[in-house]
């Protein structure tokens, strides 16, 4: 999409514009052809415009850099989508005072919603290290982070990964007594395809504690809201009107 694109785009200066046959608006610009300060306050108006009856949800805005024939997704993407239309697994803590900190895209996707602060979208080994020390000085709540591990193709992507298997048990070490971890992804895509768009195929969901049971299978399970259950149920004892939770399965003995 960006090969058929970037001539025109670099000359014009035009945005690039397309969907995912879904909600969500993808916007990209170049660095070259709009400031980023200027091209993110447009795709912020764009969003506060975009009402029914398109019934997008989500402006994704893409800074790109490179030159022409080589134009490629930057870093610090940015997302603008409207506050969720109902209760969320945010606003259930909040409401119970808990420490809600979401790192990365996280503030973005909820609209900062009931978050008690968000680090703003970065690297995603800038933001792996900024959750590894919050781990030493948050005494309580959630910790959220939203990481872009994955690079423009498969090659790139693999080595990315392999570098966050190597920096995850500096994570690991700082887990406490209590401490529940959770690893999974909020859709799956396949690099090895021309466009980078979502393949909805299945996500792992690893979890780990101090205290925790080992080698349990959680099996598939039927929505992402049982996470979410899950986690209210671990941080309030609480029961969420979504999901089923599988806290039950982690306890140890």
């Known amino acids: 999409m960006l090969r058929d694109c970037d001539a025109e785009h670099l000359s014009s200066g035009a945005l690039i514009v397309w969907t995912d046959g879904r909600r969500t608006c993808h916007v990209a610009a170049h660095e070259s052809a709009m400031r980023r300060d200027e ?8 969003r506060k415009l975009l009402k029914n009856p398109w019934g997008i949800v989500r402006v994704s805005a893409h800074p790109l850099v490179g030159d022409t024939g080589a134009v490629r997704f930057g870093l610090q993407p940015r997302e603008f989508v409207s506050e969720p239309p109902g209760l969320t697994m945010f606003d ?3 409401r119970a005072s808990q420490i809600l900190i979401g790192v990365g895209k996280v503030g973005d996707l909820f609209s900062s919603r009931g978050l008690t602060r968000s680090v703003p979208v970065a690297h995603w080994t800038t933001l792996l290290s900024d959750v590894t020390g919050m781990l030493k000085k948050v005494p309580r709540g959630l910790i959220v982070a939203g990481l872009d591990v994955l690079e423009s193709d498969a090659e790139r992507s693999a080595m990315a990964l392999q570098d966050f298997d190597r ?37 792992p969901l690893l979890t780990t504690g101090p205290k925790l049971a080992h080698g349990v299978r959680l099996g598939i399970r039927a929505s992402a809201a049982d996470l979410g259950h899950t986690i209210v149920e671990a941080l ?14 982690l306890r140890a003995g």
């Open 39 to 46: 091209f993110f306050q447009r795709c912020r108006d764009a």
């Open 92 to 94: 259930v803590l909040n």
């Open 167 to 203: 920096q995850l048990p500096a994570l690991l070490e700082q887990l406490r007594p209590g401490d529940l971890l959770v690893l999974t992804g909020d859709h799956g895509r396949d690099m090895a395809k021309a466009d980078l768009v979502p393949t909805r195929e299945y996500v």
């Open 236 to 249: 309030l004892g609480d029961q969420f009107p979504v999901g089923e939770s599988f806290l039950d399965a």
